[in-house]
């Protein structure tokens, strides 16, 4: 089943619960630990695999067509901005895979746009969005128009 | 039930579903309103939310003006070529031009975009896509919205939008419930931008057990933005341009940079090419605006995507198949395979996961491609969606009626999937699309356009009831049995949607009939959709969980039927190799070549078709 929640690891803090954008993450009565409760709704996104502190969620590919003996291990670390994948095949392979997930330490890059300086009317008036026309070209150039691309929108021939 | 009732009022612009299209709406509302009261009411949690939940490895939609790589036009044409000459070329060029601005703000954000080393350019996948570190790319415009925001209402399934009570056809908010609570929540709301995204799950899958989960589109996108749009009355158009993807089998991981970066390709079971064998006949089909692949040749113009579909499902039904994708080669150089494999892990896991179950390594083995089921969307290779307002420097009056994304309710406007005839948006032109549909709306509500919106205590109650209905009609039938699913009284969500796949399979174009239907096959879905209709009052749902999926089934029933209203009316076959109409199979432009518009009546359930003008902007050639 898609997912599945080791019993020994799960504390029971619902980091999964929160994130699942299906979810299908829940907290078992008895158990005070997480499990799938709709495997055939998972996507394997590794959302919650993700999200787990305790590394207690693997992924066990779909039954229909997934033979057994297989792993897809990852860690996300936030704080040195990575992301590292282990692969087993059934036949004992390995590949290691490792990429970044950001350039910038979380949040800070982005600006609040409340507190930027208000458009102006005019600004209002043209079709130009928050940061235009700087960010579409880098430069001074301004945005594409019909006119300044000598276009026309003419009805399709056919009609 | 003795579920809350929680009023979130004075908003000025609610956001339903913050996915990409969504988040971009959020995030730039704030800078055209910034004493607006901007919220958000999100089904998941925004943070992983959407199609773009486990990340992506490409921005597939970037002009690159910077840097005179392409213009606008230039995108319009393609996706003109690739959607067989259909598509809205205003809404299209105005999102292109937008596009490349979006884009450079995510790179400032720390998405992390790849440089090609020799250019010091943004690494082109192809001519349209640029390659990324995209894994976190939900979490980063997720972070862009919540600065933006007054609120974020996590795990609120929508399910229907308010109505102004005191001018027809003006929208007043939404309502839905808390999946977690079960508390009913109310937003009271001048404008709502709709980005709830695409549908999958509308046809039946090829897995139909535990994989069933494993759809091309994720599985959580239920039609939500077609379901509450056309509900409310709404335009829709193109509805009946759903799309079938050739993906590696079983995982549907993508093909995209492998083809275009990697330069694998294609063969059939006997280590053939295939594809240029059936382009004499294809060509008969469509004709030779559509298809020539002379000039394909000659001048890079693309294959539309469908042709390239039907190529293939005609190969695999000759008896021909498996189809190859030939990787062995690509895949001795480290570096591709590294692209190759990273190319999954950052956004189709489950690909990497059944190869390493099933031993396949693509350096030893060419893997299997398939078609897939059809899924409704309007931001990839395909355009369905609400018929919505263009700018008013590029739109024609036909495509005009005062505010950028507005949908043909007042106040109502789209983002992403949700926008009919824009193709090839994908998650940055979807992210532009909402910034788009924010400075409108936002310029709806300064005009005055939103004052005197009235909403009634007995709509607000009325949508209550109808709302917990799946909970209380299981309470009172479930003790009729011993125990078990099965109950003369009601249905359960899954029970409701296997009969829906299994009916839109059969009679409107699904996998197991090789994408055909035909007039009296699309009517007797017709039919069935509406006996079905009447079984969805019967729906049952033991808990909020069940709630939440029975209202995604209503959502993907109510879109699955205008799917087939719009393959009804179109009589011809526009896109062979998304589905075909057996009887009349042939493209049609001498009375198709126009979009298709449907308005379902809010009170009598008809459908009302229309066609609208196509209008071009640019000629074929560059
Ligand atoms: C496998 C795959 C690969 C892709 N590859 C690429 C790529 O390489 N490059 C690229 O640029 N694009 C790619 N795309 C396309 C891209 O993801 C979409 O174009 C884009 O996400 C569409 O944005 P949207 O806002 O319309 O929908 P989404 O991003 O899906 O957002 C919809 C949102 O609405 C919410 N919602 C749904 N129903 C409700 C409801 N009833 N109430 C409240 N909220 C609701 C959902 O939870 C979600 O957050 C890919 C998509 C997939 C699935
Ligand atoms: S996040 Fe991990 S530890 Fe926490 S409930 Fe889920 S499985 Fe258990
Ligand atoms: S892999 Fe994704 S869909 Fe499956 S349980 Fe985890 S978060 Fe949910």
Known sequence: MPTFVY??????????????????????????RAYNIEPNMCWECYSCVKACPQHAIDVRGYADFAPLGHSVRVDRDEEKGTIAWKIKFRNGTEKNFLSPITT?????????????PAPSAEQRGSQLLYNEPKYIRLDEGGLHTLESNGLKMKKGVYY | MAYKTIVEDSIDILVVGAGLGGTGAAWEARFWGQDKKIVIAEKANIDRSGAVAQGLYAINCYMGTRWGENNPEDHVRYARIDLMGLVREDLLFDMARHVDSTVHQFEEWGLPIMKNPETGRYLREGRWQIMIHGESYKPIVAEAAKKSADKVFNRICVTHLLMDESKENRVAGAVGFNVRTGDYHVFKSKAVICGAGGASNIFKPRSVGEGSGRTWYAPWSSASAYGLMIEAGAKMTQMENRIVLARFKDGYGPVGAYFLHLKTYTQNGMGEEYESKWFPDLQKMVGKEYLDPEVSHLTHRPIPTCLRNHALISEVNAGRGPIHMVTMQAFQDPHLEEVGWENFLGMTVGQAVLWAATDVDPKNENPELTTSEPYVMGSHATGSGAWCSGPEDVSPPEYFWGYNRMTTIEGLFGAGDAVGGTPHAFSSGSFTEGRLAAKAACKYIDDGKAEGIVVSDSQIGRRKKEIYKPLEHYKIYRNAIVAGDVNPHYINPKQGLDRLQKLMDEYCGGVTVSYMTNEKLLNIGLKKLRVMEEDLESLAAKDTHELLRAWELKHRHRAAECVTQH??????????????????????????????VSRRDPNTGEYTMEKAPCYHLVGDDE
């Not at chain 2, 009804?568 to 432009?589: H, I």
């Open chain 1, 7 to 32: 019993m020994t690891r799960c504390d029971g803090c619902g980091h999964c619960v929160d994130i699942c954008p299906s979810d299908i993450m829940h907290i078992d009565k008895t158990y005070r």
């Open chain 1, 104 to 116: 910038k330490p979380w949040g800070q890059a982005i600006p609040k746009l409340a507190e930027v």
């Open chain 2, 567 to 596: 393959t009804l009316f179109r009589k011809e076959t526009r896109w062979p190799g998304y589905y075909y109409r057996g009887d009349a199979l042939k493209l049609d432009d001498k009375n198709w070549h126009v979009l298709t």
